[in-house]
């Protein structure tokens, strides 16, 4: 049997994204320790800070339960990890996911209680650091850290999916779904209780062995670990890389995080160098190119793009490099130049190997893996009276290499001229790109389709949707992509599409409704054509080009009624994605006539082909204009409607472009209401709307730029 690449690629980067489930909740229990040991230090605060104080005895509760999840990680990882697999009934997985785990350890537990000789396991003793044996929920057992957790919360998480709908006998019905997982649970886990009791002491060794290499390789490890975590972060690999030295034993027991906690006050009350006192911490610098480098190569992309766009350029990138800076949040500016010029992201990995390493070598470790909140809590503050010297020179080379980001991003950018924001074409929007993004252009580059943003749009559309598994059903009106899927609970959260162009979302139970926008004809047709497992032909559904000719937004404009009617405001219109103003701000009205006109001098750029019931215009100004007749009126594919215009057409102001009947929409149960939006109203602030009132067809203005 053949293992498809792209499938054993999607399952690792699910492998990896399970695992991130429970270290989400790292960041503020970590925080909240290095706040507590804060309040504590006499030598920060003072007298109130000592033993036998409120204050003293305070924090010192508030510090055991922050230690909560590090304390019991490994039941974390067996409880949350099976919620990132899980089919369905995650929650229910999740509780298996915990019986399991403390049947497995207490197998263990038997096995080395009768035979602890046998597999070489001193059971007698104490379980703690360098015995082997750790106790997990009070069972005394094999120490193996999250990574056992892992693997039996996998093992968990695969019978789940296996035998949850198992179909057994109705007198029996008692042990269905949740019951018959953990009894095949039960039976499995006593032989691989049994083979860890075997295998796992003599992994332990090897651990042992590999931490010994990485202590003793000094900068080379340092240099190769944070260049690893760098390059695999695109595919999502990142994890297999820093779980297991922060959280994990890669180099010290308990992991990076935890141990760098639990010394704290011993590090700050001690001159000698950081390097020296812990030189496991030479592997958590790696958030240093979140807080140094990335400024660097933000203010490249800044000073590299168009004199014209630099404003707009700063408006993207200064939300996203302060969330890197403060929060170590990186994916917002990183994917951005790695979607438009991977060596950037290439020689990003390297210099924050090498910022890294340069670091190590003047003698900094610490827990630096976030931003700056990290580098202030858990390392500044509280080490700064011993390690005022380090950390000065930390910020020292930090600076050099933002100076030494911004010289090659900027060579690099301007020698290949890539299109970063701010160097695109006049007609392309500026935007920053997301993750999913990314992975929707690799596999968009082995159609031959990878500058293609329509198709690259269709992808990341199919993905958010729970791929083409999930789909029923794909219908499009002017500006919808309608889409019926089988599992609501897999469709993405609204940020994933709006990252992805998509100018909102609307959820009603397993009908979804994607707001692509005037281009949704193109995009259903990738879409289509993706959901079939078709080849993409690359020149096929393209969009129009574009007027080449100047638009001036400024010019001032006058848009009468496209109808006769009662007008009212966009916000009052029954259907979310026009009152929430998705596709742009505008007006509607409740038409008395029969005929829709232009309601200025316009070129026609799209009508729907096969419904007929809505038109699109650019006006001389360069606004873009959409006239929808009637509401949901697409499911009446055309009927009662008769189009007097074709795509390409230059219309004056009155020209007739559709005819309606009001009785067959009203007959079929549909409103008849008719929408002019503004689709780009944000490129014209100065936009007026004419008050509700009654208005006549191209005589009574109705919006004025």
């Not at 920060?44 to 990680?73: C, H, K, N, P, R």
């Not at 892992?150 to 006998?169: E, G, Q, V």
């Not at 999502?236 to 297991?244: A, K, S």
């Not at 089988?486 to 979804?512: H, S, Y």
Request: charged share 15%; aromatic share 12%; hydrophobic share 50%.
């Amino acid at each position: 049997m053949t293992i498809s690449k792209d499938r054993l690629m999607q399952g690792m980067q699910r492998f990896g994204g399970a695992m991130y489930t429970p270290v989400i909740l790292f960041a503020f229990f970590g925080l909240t320790v290095a706040l507590s040991i804060i309040c504590k230090n006499e030598g920060i605060l003072g007298s109130i800070a000592a033993q036998g104080t409120v204050w003293y005895d305070f924090w010192f509760v508030v510090e055991q339960g922050a230690w909560t999840v590090f304390a019991q990680m490994p039941i974390l990882f067996a409880i949350a990890v099976p919620i990132g697999f899980a089919k369905k009934e995650p929650a229910r997985c999740a509780m298996e996911g915990f019986v399991i785990y403390m049947l497995f350890n207490y197998f263990i537990a038997g096995f080395l209680t009768l035979h602890g000789a046998y597999f070489g396991v001193d059971y007698s003793q104490a379980a703690g650091a360098g015995t082997g044996l750790a106790m997990i929920a009070n069972i005394k057992t094999l120490d193996m850290g999250m990574l056992g957790a892992i693997f039996i919360a996998c093992m968990t998480a695969y019978l789940h999916n296996r035998f949850y709908d198992t179909n057994i006998p109705d007198w029996l019905g008692i042990f269905k779904g949740p019951a018959f997982v953990v009894a095949v649970g039960f039976a499995v886990m006593i032989p691989i209780a049994f083979l860890f009791c075997m295998v796992w002491p003599a992994v332990q060794h090897a651990i042992m062995q590999f931490q010994d290499f990485l202590k003793t390789s000094g900068l080379v490890g340092v240099w190769a670990y944070t260049f690893s975590e760098r390059i695999l972060l695109p595919a999502g690999l990142h994890h297999f890389i820093y779980l297991p030295f922060i959280f994990g034993p890669a180099v010290c027991d308990g992991g990076i995080q935890a141990y760098w906690l639990q010394h704290l006050n011993d590090f700050a009350v001690s001159g000698q160098s950081l390097a020296d006192l812990f030189p496991e911490g030479g592997f958590a610098l790696h958030g240093s190119s979140k807080v140094f480098g990335l400024p660097g190569a933000a203010l490249a992309i800044y000073m590299c793009a168009k004199p014209e766009k630099r404003k707009k350029t700063a408006a993207l990138l200064i939300p996203a490099t302060l969330t890197a800076v403060i929060c170590g949040i990186t994916e917002p500016l990183e994917f951005t130049f790695l979607f438009v010029a991977p060596l950037l992201y290439l020689v990003h990995a390297i210099l924050s190997a090498c910022l890294s390493s340069a670091l190590y070598a003047m003698g900094l470790a610490g827990n630096f893996g976030g931003g700056l909140i990290d580098a202030f809590v858990q390392n500044w503050i509280p080490l700064f009276q011993y390690h005022a010297g380090t950390y000065i020179m930390q910020i020292v080379i930090g600076l050099c290499f933002t100076a030494i980001y911004f010289v090659v991003f900027r060579t690099l950018i301007l020698k290949f001229d890539y299109a970063t924001p701010g160097r695109t074409a006049d007609d392309v929007e500026d935007k920053l790109f997301s993750k999913a993004e990314y992975q929707a252009k690799k596999e968009m580059e082995e159609m031959g389709l990878a500058d293609n943003a329509l198709a690259i749009k269709a992808k990341v559309f199919l993905d958010c949707l729970g791929g083409p598994d999930n789909i029923k059903e794909v219908t499009n009106c002017a500006t919808r992509l309608r889409v019926t899927v089988a599992d609501p609970d897999k469709v993405a959260t609204v940020g994933k599409f709006t990252k992805a162009g998509a100018f909102g979302l609307v959820k009603n139970g397993k009908a979804i409704q994607v707001i692509v926008g005037l281009s949704v004809p193109q995009v259903r047709s990738y879409f289509d054509a993706l959901l079939k497992g078709e080849k993409i032909d690359s020149t096929a559904a393209q969009p129009a080009a574009k007027e080449t000719a100047a638009m001036d937004n400024s010019l001032a404009m006058k848009l009468n009624a496209c109808v006769s009617g009662r007008l009212m405001d966009m916000s009052e219109v029954n259907d979310d994605m026009f009152s929430k103003k998705m596709m742009g701000d505008g007006i509607a009205i409740e038409p008395e006539g029969d005929t829709v006109v232009a309601p200025a001098d316009a070129e026609v750029t799209m009508i729907m082909e096969e419904s007929l019931h809505a038109i699109g215009l650019r006006l001389q100004n360069g606004a873009e204009l959409l006239i929808h007749i009637g509401i949901d009126t697409v499911k009446l594919n055309g009927q009662g409607f008769t189009a007097l215009v074709k795509a390409g057409d230059k219309v004056k102001a009155g020209t007739p472009l559709i005819q309606f009947d009001q009785q067959v929409i009203k007959d079929a149960g549909y409103q008849t209401t008719v929408i002019m939006a503004v689709t780009n109203s944000t490129d014209y602030p100065q936009m007026q709307k004419h008050e509700d009132a009654e208005v006549k067809c191209n005589e009574t203005p109705v919006l004025v730029f």
